[in-house]
């Protein structure tokens, strides 16, 4: 497999640049009122939107870039509680912890996205396509990170949150698949294998940090 480096190095620049902009220049209430209707339209019509996002007929990267800042926000959140929560563990490991905690949903969007690129080559998108696709797939398991603030707050609702943040899990990974799919072109039966393999080295990159 022939991986032009110094193209995927220029558009990884591209796309880090126009998070920056678009963080610099959001206008927080605005965006805040339309990721709130993209979130409702989304519950409505899923596999829908994603599809549109992911073909390029939607430009839904703004409302990526503040779905990441919610997902980030509620697991050093989660981080930050556990933290002052539990006495045993050095301070270097819970600053660790933090850390992790802020770049895991980043890595767990930019592999499989770098991956995309470098595999995808017969119908290439965009960067910034492929990532706004992974992060408005992931919506329900962003949805389960900010129930993980909840449950932090009140363990006892562990017993009704666990089952339905798993259930968010699992449609993350549904819309995830079919969102890969569409980006790739490509059959169900044929792109399992690619599927589980972007999984695999995304979980691995995950579990090294």
Same mark, same amino acid.
């Given at each position: 497999?022939?991986? $032009?480096? =110094?193209?995927?190095? $220029? =558009?990884?620049?591209?796309?880090? $640049?126009?998070?920056?902009?678009? %963080?610099?220049?959001?206008?927080?209430?605005?965006?805040?009122?339309?990721?709130?209707?993209? #979130?409702?339209?989304?519950? #409505?019509?899923? *596999?829908?939107?994603? =599809?549109? &996002?992911?073909?390029?007929?939607?430009?839904?990267?703004?409302?990526?870039?503040?779905?990441?800042?919610?997902? %980030?926000?509620?697991?050093l959140i989660v981080a930050l509680i556990?933290?002052?929560?539990? +006495?045993?563990?050095?301070?270097?490991?819970?600053?660790?912890?933090?850390?992790?905690?802020?770049?895991?949903?980043? #890595?767990?969007?930019?592999?499989?996205? %770098?991956?995309?690129?470098? %595999?995808?080559?017969? $119908?290439?998108? +965009?960067?910034?396509?492929?990532?706004?696709?992974?992060?408005?797939? +992931?919506?329900?398991? &962003?949805?389960? +990170?900010?129930?993980d603030v909840i449950e932090s707050l009140?363990?006892?609702?562990?017993?009704?949150?666990?089952? @339905?943040?798993?259930?968010?899990?699992?449609?993350?990974?549904?819309?995830?698949? *079919?969102?890969?799919?569409?980006?790739?072109?490509? =059959?169900?039966?044929?792109?399992?294998?690619? *599927?589980?393999?972007?999984? *695999? @080295?995304?979980?691995? #990159?995950?579990? &090294?940090?």
């Amino acid at each position: 497999m022939e991986i $032009n480096k =110094e193209e995927l190095k $220029n =558009e990884t620049k591209e796309t880090i $640049n126009q998070v920056k902009d678009t %963080i610099k220049n959001v206008d927080i209430n605005k965006e805040a009122k339309e990721t709130k209707g993209f #979130v409702q339209e989304m519950i #409505v019509s899923p *596999f829908e939107r994603v =599809e549109k &996002i992911a073909k390029g007929e939607e430009d839904a990267f703004k409302k990526a870039i503040v779905l990441l800042i919610i997902d %980030i926000a509620a697991s050093l959140i989660v981080a930050l509680i556990s933290a002052f929560k539990y +006495s045993y563990g050095s301070i270097g490991g819970k600053l660790w912890d933090l850390i992790t905690a802020g770049i895991s949903p980043i #890595v767990a969007i930019l592999v499989p996205a %770098i991956l995309i690129l470098i %595999i995808n080559k017969a $119908n290439k998108k +965009s960067l910034t396509t492929v990532s706004a696709t992974l992060v408005v797939a +992931s919506l329900p398991s &962003i949805v389960a +990170s900010v129930i993980d603030v909840i449950e932090s707050l009140l363990p006892r609702i562990y017993l009704i949150s666990s089952p @339905i943040s798993t259930a968010l899990y699992a449609m993350t990974t549904v819309l995830t698949f *079919f969102g890969m799919r569409t980006l790739f072109g490509e =059959e169900k039966e044929g792109f399992l294998f690619k *599927f589980a393999g972007i999984k *695999f @080295i995304t979980a691995l #990159v995950l579990y &090294i940090i």
